[in-house]
């Protein structure tokens, strides 16, 4: 009996960091977790960029989205963010969204609480810099949630959002035509898109893909009658 005890303080340790790992499959998470999935207003689609600020390919998806007039969320890296403030600052000059991707865009099979928790705080210290405001959003690197980012985000003041539609914008065969597809293969009104304003954790030049197929996302949502925009106009679903 004393021998199973730290067994099961360990299988309680371990199902409280990797069980909310199971938000990351969409069906379930869009039965199940709506607002986590990012639904919003059904007139309304968020359009979110993960893993900037990068000098190279963040000021060319800023000059894309102003020629479309459209705005969106970038959820930046918090390593990243430090080392060029100026483009954070420039990026909600420019009138869009800052949101919390974490410090470091790394996959969290050990449970570091304390870590996330600092990790996320100075995150979203550094938004608030850029930004002039605190941020509202987090969404944890590669979509995975644990029960420590979890905790962290709340600490922090952020809600969770992950997404309801991606462009398999960040591998090397990626073409803007299958970005495209992919996004619109399951975009619906009140969803919420992903795509990669950087490569750092893609393959080199991915993001050229989700670039060029911003103009035709953004008809293709049009057509259907659907405002662009970032997720604090979106009406995310509590």
């Known amino acids: 009996m004393v021998n199973a005890l730290p067994a099961a303080a360990l299988g309680a340790v371990a199902a409280w960091h990797i069980g909310p790992a199971a938000t990351w499959l969409p069906g379930v998470r869009a039965v199940l977790w709506p607002g986590l999935d990012g639904r919003g207003d059904p007139s309304h689609v968020a359009l979110t960029f993960d893993d900037g600020p990068?000098?190279?390919?963040?000021?060319?998806f800023l000059r894309a989205l102003d020629a479309l007039s459209v705005r969106a969320t970038f959820f930046v890296l918090g390593s990243r963010l430090a080392r060029r403030p100026a483009l954070g600052r420039l990026i909600a000059a420019e009138g869009h969204e800052l949101a919390v991707h974490g410090w470091r865009h790394d996959r969290p099979w050990c449970p570091r609480p304390l870590r996330d928790a600092r990790d996320l705080a100075r995150t979203a210290d550094l938004v608030a810099d850029a930004a002039?405001?605190?941020?509202?959003w987090y969404r944890p690197a590669y979509g995975i949630l644990t029960?420590?980012?979890?905790?962290?985000?709340?600490?922090?003041?952020l809600r969770t959002v992950?997404?309801?539609a991606w462009g398999r914008?960040?591998?090397?065969?990626?073409?803007?035509r299958s970005v495209h597809a992919e996004v619109t293969r399951t975009l619906r009104g009140g969803g919420t898109v992903l795509l990669h304003d950087s490569d750092v954790v893609s393959a080199p030049g991915a993001w050229?893909?989700?670039?060029?197929?911003?103009?035709?996302?953004v008809a293709e949502c049009r057509s259907r009658g659907l405002e662009v925009g970032p997720l604090r106009d979106h009406e995310?679903?509590?």
């Open 169 to 176: 914008d960040w591998t090397a065969e990626a073409t803007a």
């Open 162 to 164: 992950l997404w309801s």
């Open 132 to 136: 002039g405001r605190r941020p509202l």
């Open 208 to 217: 050229r893909a989700a670039l060029g197929a911003l103009p035709g996302l």
């Open 147 to 157: 029960g420590g980012r979890w905790s962290a985000a709340r600490a922090a003041g």
């Open 54 to 60: 990068d000098p190279d390919s963040t000021p060319e």
């Open 236 to 238: 995310v679903i509590e």
